[in-house]
């Protein structure tokens, strides 16, 4: 079948799209001798550009590998998305806290250098305000993503172009303010209302968009599924399905049976999080007041599936299953069951993630419609993290394989494990990484950059900031080790950066403490003589795509150290790996493929597995934080001593916060574990030629974790082209 795909998502990180896009272009060196002739280098012009502000972490990052490797396999596929002015944030710190900024990434004339505004594509967007009408007009802007060997996808980015409101100028700001931002502070009334704005918005444009292209080329709307596959990232656009019916029929007078033909073969959805907290659900008053036209086609959907269960279910069973799966239920719109339901495919994004999904977080659907749901592992292009970002490593893996097939197809490297335990190899390794080290040490503060070699192991955690991903276990294992220190000074223990980025959401005031935390920990270790020249703590702020590419590249341990079955995947642990970064971390996410690619004997496991977490999470009276402080008097020293530093940390792993249990994240249960893990990790890092040899063999089995290799499973598995 050929369909284009139409890659729907609130958040995409290109990074800096001009060197990558040149890069996969033919006769790409002929720019660069050109650039040279004239006395300059291609990296001026890089550096001229701005990372896009369109997204936050891992998510966003995972939009522009698949719309990158879709090119590279000339599939035809648009990434639609808001265009926010002010992105996410820009990420200042101040005494240690967070402060949000706007990030201003267009220039000076409001525009991004590698745009087009496609005027003629614009499309209306009806809102109501309390029977109010509002309607904005939102136009797109294409920017080219080129794959290696030059066939073009584009991201499509939609920004609003002006308003017509019946609602006074105070509320009609609201509507303007639909692409300012993305992720408002949603724990006020009016963030909450605005990000149900900005959902709807970049629904209605994406829906409206494709329609015309059917139009424009003469297709029958019935055949819209031959044509698209509209690709519902997260629940975000889950109002698509909805929005498309109700134009159906009432644009295009489609009897409701045919309609619903169109939608349930057009739509499917990846979800991304196995957190209920993190399955997005809004209020029923909000959304009838905002697009009441679209929550009644929602409302007769819930009563169509409902339906459907009272049939194939009865009594006390039908009451569980409809609490389980209904659509509207308890005053709430759940947007991953309308999205389950309109969507004829859904998938997780590594395997033990989808295993959960089906068998715990969403059983019951799984149960109903087993042939919906899939796995697709996420991946990364090896063009942008290896071939752009790290070209020493790149001329190294060259070498060793004969030859830069790599670049298009990664399983190709697999050949250099055959150089894994040459002497001269292994320090040609060690040598890339010490230039890709000093890299990474001019982005660190100038106190630390003068105290720190590429002797130095560097240990690297670098993550949107949350409980589960667990930052705060890191403070707390290195709390321990500073405490060890003071009192052994002769301890065996290789001098090692502990490295920090990453942002936590403005109104997460728990991932907001850590951040502190960090800096705390960084002025106390870095200004003491005692251990200051074993140990440093530094955090790089406002991480994004051009400085995650000098991390991961100078890094030596990854951190991937989530609560297991809470991270559905991860894409750092992928990127990490190719880069000859070591993984310490859980058999969670992607971790668990990491290690049956490359073997746990090259990576530093610990923790309970997920089967463990959610035994103990079912049994939450058998688990007793503070009996884990006995096991260790460094701990209880080092629990004490981030108490005094941050006690709303502490106060979570003893007490719980808003009715969550004490330690929800198992931070003490495993810790004496990870803390075993790390010292293992570090004494052998300080066998370089054992090191290196991991490394080498890490990155000859990353090939299955390419994005080239994602976008083949969703065409077989997902999208059917």
């Given at each position: 079948?050929?369909?284009?795909?139409?890659?729907?998502?609130?958040?995409?990180?290109?990074?800096?799209?001009?060197?990558?896009?040149?890069?996969?272009?033919?006769?790409?060196?002929?720019?660069?001798?050109?650039?040279?002739?004239?006395?300059?280098?291609?990296?001026?012009?890089?550096?001229?550009?701005?990372?896009?502000?369109?997204?936050?972490?891992?998510?966003?990052?995972?939009?522009?590998?698949?719309?990158?490797?879709?090119?590279?396999?000339?599939?035809?596929?648009?990434?639609?998305?808001?265009?926010?002015?002010?992105?996410?944030?820009?990420?200042?710190?101040?005494?240690?806290?967070?402060?949000?900024?706007?990030?201003?990434?267009?220039?000076?004339?409001?525009?991004?250098?590698?745009?087009?505004?496609?005027?003629?594509?614009?499309?209306?967007?009806?809102?109501?305000?309390?029977?109010?009408?509002?309607?904005?007009?939102?136009?797109?802007?294409?920017?080219?993503?080129?794959?290696?060997?030059?066939?073009?996808?584009?991201?499509?980015?939609?920004?609003?172009?002006?308003?017509?409101?019946?609602?006074?100028?105070?509320?009609?700001?609201?509507?303007?303010?639909?692409?300012?931002?993305?992720?408002?502070?949603?724990?006020?009334?009016?963030?909450?209302?605005?990000?149900?704005?900005?959902?709807?918005?970049l629904s209605s444009a994406t829906v409206g968009s494709v329609i015309d292209c059917c139009k424009e080329n003469g297709?029958?709307?019935?055949?819209?599924?031959?044509?698209?596959?509209?690709?519902?990232?997260?629940?975000?656009?889950?109002?698509?399905?909805?929005?498309?019916?109700?134009?159906?029929?009432?644009?295009?007078?489609?009897?409701?049976?045919?309609?619903?033909?169109?939608?349930?073969?057009?739509?499917?959805?990846?979800?991304?999080?196995?957190?209920?907290?993190?399955?997005?659900?809004?209020?029923?008053?909000?959304?009838?007041?905002?697009?009441?036209?679209?929550?009644?086609?929602?409302?007769?959907?819930?009563?169509?599936?409902?339906?459907?269960?009272?049939?194939?279910?009865?009594?006390?069973?039908?009451?569980?299953?409809?609490?389980?799966?209904?659509?509207?239920?308890?005053?709430?719109?759940?947007?991953?069951?309308?999205?389950?339901?309109?969507?004829?495919?859904?998938?997780?994004?590594?395997?033990?993630?989808?295993?959960?999904?089906?068998?715990?977080?969403?059983?019951?659907?799984?149960?109903?419609?087993?042939?919906?749901?899939?796995?697709?592992?996420?991946?990364?292009?090896?063009?942008?993290?290896?071939?752009?970002?790290?070209?020493?490593?790149?001329?190294?893996?060259?070498?060793?394989?004969?030859?830069?097939?790599?670049?298009?197809?990664?399983?190709?490297?697999?050949?250099?494990?055959?150089?894994?335990?040459?002497?001269?190899?292994?320090?040609?390794?060690?040598?890339?990484?010490?230039?890709?080290?000093?890299?990474?040490?001019?982005?660190?503060?100038?106190?630390?950059?003068?105290?720190?070699?590429?002797?130095?192991?560097?240990?690297?955690?670098?993550?949107?900031?949350?409980?589960?991903?667990?930052?705060?276990?890191?403070?707390?294992?290195?709390?321990?080790?500073?405490?060890?220190?003071?009192?052994?000074?002769?301890?065996?223990?290789?001098?090692?950066?502990?490295?920090?980025?990453?942002?936590?959401?403005?109104?997460?005031?728990?991932?907001?403490?850590?951040?502190?935390?960090?800096?705390?920990?960084?002025?106390?270790?870095?200004?003491?003589?005692?251990?200051?020249?074993?140990?440093?703590?530094?955090?790089?702020?406002?991480?994004?795509?051009?400085?995650?590419?000098?991390?991961?590249?100078?890094?030596?341990?990854?951190?991937?150290?989530?609560?297991?079955?809470?991270?559905?995947?991860?894409?750092?642990?992928?990127k990490f790996m190719m880069n000859g970064a070591l993984t310490i971390g859980t058999l969670d996410g992607a971790n668990?493929?990491?290690?049956?690619?490359?073997?746990?004997?090259?990576?530093?496991?610990?923790?309970?597995?997920?089967?463990?977490?959610?035994?103990?999470?079912?049994?939450?009276?058998?688990?007793?934080?503070?009996?884990?402080?006995?096991?260790?008097?460094?701990?209880?020293?080092?629990?004490?001593?981030?108490?005094?530093?941050?006690?709303?940390?502490?106060?979570?792993?003893?007490?719980?916060?808003?009715?969550?249990?004490?330690?929800?994240?198992?931070?003490?249960?495993?810790?004496?574990?990870?803390?075993?893990?790390?010292?293992?990790?570090?004494?052998?890092?300080?066998?370089k030629a054992l090191w290196a040899e991991k490394c080498i063999r890490n990155i000859a089995c990353s090939g299955g974790?390419?994005?080239?290799?994602?976008?083949?499973?969703?065409?077989?598995?997902?999208?059917?082209?």
């Open positions: 079948m050929s369909r284009e795909i139409i890659y729907t998502t609130m958040e995409i990180l290109p990074g800096r799209t001009l060197a990558n896009n040149l890069m996969n272009i033919p006769g790409a060196e002929v720019f660069e001798k050109e650039c040279k002739k004239y006395g300059f280098s291609f990296a001026h012009f890089e550096d001229m550009e701005r990372d896009p502000a369109l997204g936050n972490g891992g998510l966003g990052r995972l939009a522009a590998c698949m719309a990158e490797s879709a090119a590279t396999k000339k599939i035809p596929m648009k990434v639609s998305v808001l265009r926010f002015r002010d992105g996410f944030f820009r990420q200042e710190v101040e005494d240690g806290y967070q402060k949000e900024m706007p990030d201003r990434w267009f220039g000076p004339d409001g525009t991004y250098p590698l745009e087009k505004k496609q005027e003629w594509l614009k499309q209306k967007v009806t809102y109501h305000d309390n029977g109010m009408k509002a309607t904005v007009t939102m136009v797109p802007y294409d920017v080219p993503v080129i794959g290696y060997g030059g066939y073009c996808n584009y991201i499509r980015m939609w920004g609003v172009d002006g308003v017509e409101a019946e609602c006074g100028e105070g509320k009609k700001a609201m509507y303007y303010d639909i692409d300012s931002k993305l992720y408002p502070d949603d724990s006020n009334a009016y963030g909450e209302k605005l990000r149900l704005l900005q959902e709807y918005a297709w029958d709307l019935k055949s819209l599924p031959k044509h698209y596959c509209i690709h519902i990232n997260d629940t975000h656009a889950a109002l698509m399905i909805p929005e498309l019916m109700r134009r159906l029929m009432e644009d295009y007078h489609f009897i409701e049976k045919d309609a619903w033909k169109v939608v349930k073969h057009t739509f499917v959805y990846t979800n991304h999080t196995i957190l209920a907290e993190a399955l997005k659900r809004w209020p029923i008053w909000l959304m009838e007041s905002v697009i009441p036209h679209v929550y009644k086609v929602i409302d007769h959907m819930h009563h169509g599936f409902s339906k459907m269960l009272a049939e194939d279910y009865k009594g006390k069973e039908f009451e569980t299953k409809l609490k389980n799966m209904a659509i509207l239920y308890d005053g709430e719109v759940h947007m991953a069951r309308l999205a389950i339901w309109g969507a004829y495919s859904v998938n997780g994004v590594a395997q033990i993630h989808t295993n959960i999904l089906c068998e715990r977080e969403l059983r019951d659907f799984y149960e109903y419609m087993p042939d919906k749901f899939v796995n697709v592992t996420n991946g990364v292009t090896q063009r942008k993290w290896l071939y752009h970002a790290n070209p020493e490593l790149s001329a190294f893996l060259t070498k060793y394989t004969g030859d830069n097939e790599w670049i298009k197809d990664l399983s190709k490297i697999k050949k250099i494990e055959n150089y894994a335990a040459d002497p001269s190899v292994q320090k040609e390794f060690l040598d890339v990484k010490k230039t890709n080290k000093e890299r990474l040490f001019e982005l660190m503060d100038a106190e630390v950059r003068r105290n720190v070699d590429a002797g130095w192991m560097v240990d690297t955690h670098v993550k949107r900031f949350h409980e589960y991903k667990r930052q705060q276990m890191n403070c707390l294992k290195i709390a321990y080790l500073y405490l060890k220190l003071k009192d052994n000074p002769k301890m065996e223990f290789a001098p090692t950066v502990f490295l920090f980025a990453g942002k936590a959401a403005p109104a997460y005031k728990q991932a907001k403490c850590v951040i502190k935390l960090v800096h705390q920990l960084k002025d106390m270790i870095n200004h003491d003589p005692d251990v200051n020249q074993k140990m440093r703590v530094e955090f790089i702020k406002d991480f994004n795509v051009s400085k995650a590419e000098i991390i991961y590249a100078g890094s030596d341990l990854s951190e991937q150290i989530s609560t297991a079955s809470k991270e559905a995947s991860g894409t750092g642990n992928m668990v493929e990491i290690c049956e690619a490359v073997g746990s004997t090259n990576m530093y496991l610990f923790g309970m597995t997920a089967a463990q977490v959610m035994r103990l999470e079912a049994n939450t009276g058998k688990y007793r934080p503070m009996e884990e402080l006995n096991q260790d008097p460094y701990v209880k020293k080092a629990v004490f001593l981030l108490d005094r530093l941050q006690p709303k940390i502490t106060e979570e792993w003893f007490y719980g916060v808003n009715t969550n249990p004490a330690d929800r994240f198992f931070v003490l249960k495993d810790f004496a574990g990870y803390v075993n893990a790390f010292l293992e990790s570090n004494k052998e890092y300080q066998n974790f390419s994005s080239d290799r994602m976008v083949d499973d969703y065409c077989k598995k997902v999208w059917f082209v």
